[in-house]
């Protein structure tokens, strides 16, 4: 069984800066992408980066370009979402997903709160 560990959350001012990081395990992995999503109170859960083993290339909602950076970690299935610049637009529970095959993201962590204070 995949399993998805999230880490990093909490709060800070705007302005700020943080990183997630979610950390995945389980039988034969290699993902064929990690992402990180979000969901703000009262709104759909929405994309915020991506990162695609196959070429190493990384894809951004338009809100975070330039803000926020995905990453991973060397030979491991963990990435990294570093927040700069965060904007109180930016408070949400933010979620690790893994897609292993490259036709969705079928696993899910449990979330992680974050918390932009102006």
């Known amino acids: 069984q995949v399993q998805l560990v999230e880490s990093g959350g909490g709060q800070v001012q705007a302005g700020g800066s943080l990183r997630l990081s979610c950390a995945a395990s389980g039988p034969t992995l290699r993902p064929s992408a990690m992402a990180w999503f979000r969901q703000a109170p009262g709104k759909e859960r929405e994309f915020v980066a991506a990162?695609?083993?196959?070429?190493?290339?990384?894809s951004y909602a338009d809100s975070v370009k330039g803000r926020f950076t995905i990453s991973r970690e060397n030979a491991q299935n963990t990435v990294h979402l570093q927040m700069n610049n965060l904007k109180s637009e930016d408070t949400a529970i933010y979620y690790c997903?893994?897609?292993?095959?490259?036709?969705?993201?079928?696993?899910w962590g449990q979330g992680t709160q974050l918390v932009v204070s102006s």
């Open positions: 997903a893994l897609d292993p095959l490259g036709s969705g993201y079928t696993y």
């Open positions: 990162f695609i083993w196959r070429g190493e290339t990384t």
